[in-house]
């Protein structure tokens, strides 16, 4: 298992994914910002026209609970895509690039080295999303933000931190796609496709039911208004992220690795 790890370690160490997926949460930091600088002051969101009426439409609040509650919505759908490409990107790799053979000649089991996979993907998320937290605190008190306070911060970033577990968890399915479509193609295919389908169930309002769905609404994107996902579908999210590495791992178990 150790070396499993390592070597995926240094994979992604001579790699330029994480330098990209992490320019992605800094920009989603950066526009969350921005939203509250422009409506921070609706005489300014007015003289910038077309930018200030699509800040207008993001229904957040200029203080610190809408700033908060708006970035674990960029966290939960943006990352989301983010999360998914990392997971393709592990696992598609090694038939894009024809690593996948050697990688099982080795004498580690292919259980490890789906475990150290997920758990790069795991430790890769968290940090992106702790970095979108991180600059999210950082912008919000360079833009003086009202409503600051303790229980405030450690709520919202609390929240920040659960819809991104929430949205990593659903990736692990692509997993599974990247390495049963032996490259990144039908993986890929497969991220739009359930992004779009989560757009179309929760306006549907059915969303608390399609995993996928349900890290959005967490984080509140259907506005105060609308009840969070319940039990049901926090669990459906557990259930989607534990059957994917599950059935990842079998997979990787019992096909025949012919190329």
């Not at 800040?55 to 966290?75: F, N, V």
């Not at 929760?202 to 319940?230: C, H, K, M, R, T």
């Amino acid at each position: 298992m150790r070396e499993a790890l390592w070597a995926e370690l240094l994979k992604v160490r001579r790699s330029r994914l994480p330098w990209i997926t992490a320019l992605a949460f800094t920009l989603a930091a950066m526009v969350c910002g921005m939203f509250m600088f422009i409506l921070a002051d609706p005489a300014r969101a007015r003289a910038l026209g077309l930018l200030g009426d699509k800040a207008q439409l993001s229904g957040a609040s200029a203080d610190w609970p809408g700033y908060l509650a708006l970035l674990a919505q960029a966290g939960a759908v943006g990352g989301g895509g983010v999360y998914g490409l990392i997971a393709i990107w592990l696992f598609g790799r090694e038939f894009s690039d024809h690593t996948a053979t050697d990688l099982l000649a080795l004498p580690t089991s292919r259980t490890a080295i789906v475990t150290a996979k997920f758990a790069v993907a795991a430790v890769w998320a968290l940090l992106l999303a702790i970095l979108l937290a991180g600059l999210g605190l950082l912008i919000g008190a360079l833009l003086g933000l009202p409503a600051w306070s303790a229980p405030i911060a450690v709520a919202g970033v609390g929240r920040i931190l659960a819809a991104t577990a929430l949205a990593a968890l659903t990736t692990t399915p692509l997993a599974l796609t990247a390495s049963m479509g032996r490259g990144y193609l039908a993986a890929v295919g497969a991220l739009f496709g359930l992004m779009f389908c989560a757009q179309v169930i929760a306006a549907l309002g059915y969303g608390a039911y399609f995993p996928w769905s349900v890290p959005g609404l967490y984080a509140g994107i259907a506005g105060e208004n609308q009840d969070p996902p319940g039990l049901i579908g926090l669990l459906l999210v557990a259930a989607t992220g534990s059957a994917g590495g599950i059935t990842t791992a079998f997979w990787w178990n019992r096909a025949d690795h012919t190329r």
